[in-house]
């Protein structure tokens, strides 16, 4: 009869038992007898450091809102949203559409800078 199917030995790989020194292993061990110092310390700094850097991008975020409002405030005071006409993109496509003379054109070539190859072989 073969021997039981699983030993009652627990497996320990030589990986396992080369880790056994390593910080990880040593930060867990330290964590319980220390927990506000090694977890809730850095939490905090975290948290008080990320309140001084998250200052500037805040400011910014209301300078623009501020920026936005004066320039329509502005716009309200001097009329300019009254006498704007609505945008409609088909209007424009076939207003510019009856200006363009498909016939009647003419290739014009600019020079070109000093230094410059001209492209003719």
Do not use: C
């Not at 975020?61 to 088909?90: C, M, P, W």
């Amino acid at each position: 009869m073969p021997g039981p199917a699983f030993s009652s030995k627990p497996f320990k790989s030589s990986r396992a038992a080369s880790k056994a020194g390593d910080f990880s292993s040593r930060y867990r061990a330290s964590l319980s007898r220390h927990p506000f110092l090694l977890f809730g310390l850095p939490f905090l700094v975290t948290m008080v450091a990320g309140s001084f850097f998250l200052t500037p991008a805040t400011a910014l975020r209301y300078e623009r809102y501020d920026h936005k409002v004066k320039t329509s405030l502005q716009e309200n005071a001097l009329g300019l949203k009254k006498e704007r006409r609505q945008f409609d993109i088909r209007e424009e496509y076939f207003r510019l559409s009856q200006k363009l003379d498909d016939d009647n054109w003419e290739n014009k070539r600019y020079p070109r800078p000093p230094g410059d190859s001209d492209g003719i072989l």
